[in-house]
């Protein structure tokens, strides 16, 4: 069974929220997940996972701190090209419309793309992953919930 790694960084719990909805999908889309604080993933989960899901609250316009260090950290997987052809998401946190969380999410995407990760978007809804304004809604759940039935679709045709 193919396994997702959701690594996320959650300050207020909304992201953490956003997290747990994810990681439910994505099992009942028939892929094993390793749910993981930024502060207790290693490099050792990201070799092991077929697919990687990020989350971040915004920070001015901007993922926060601790998720870029992880990214920034994986550069040491880059030079063999551990993570190319995997799969990859982003979804984020913010306090209202206009607080730059679509950045956030394209800031974290941008790392992933770098790394030759495959990043797949959504028709409907937040097209770069979802994105909670304020305490996740049921839109936010719903979303949380089609975006992590199709990241275990993708995760399962490329790890096939």
């Known amino acids: 069974m193919p396994n ?3 690594v996320y960084f959650s300050h207020g719990g909304n992201t953490r929220k956003m997290a747990e909805a994810l990681s439910a ?3 009942e889309g028939g892929c094993q997940v390793t749910l ?3 502060n207790e993933a290693t490099l050792d989960d990201l ?3 077929d697919g990687l899901l990020l989350g971040s609250p915004c920070y001015f316009g901007d993922m926060a701190a601790p998720i870029k260090q992880f ?3 994986s550069i040491q997987l880059f030079g063999k090209g551990e993570l190319v052809g995997k799969a990859a998401g982003a979804f984020a946190s913010t306090g209202g419309i206009g607080g730059g969380g679509e950045l956030t999410i394209l800031s974290m995407l941008h790392g992933l793309l770098i790394h030759g990760m495959v990043v ?4 409907k809804g937040g097209h770069f992953g979802p994105l909670a304004i ?3 809604d ?4 719903d979303e949380c919930a089609a975006y992590g039935t199709q990241f275990a679709a993708l995760v399962k045709r490329l790890a096939a």
């Open 71 to 73: 990214i920034d950290e």
């Open 4 to 6: 997702v790694l959701i």
């Open 25 to 27: 999908s994505v099992q």
């Open 36 to 38: 993981k604080k930024v």
């Open 138 to 141: 049921q839109r936010v759940n």
């Open 120 to 123: 797949q978007g959504l028709r």
């Open 134 to 136: 304020g305490e996740p």
């Open 47 to 49: 070799r092991a996972a």
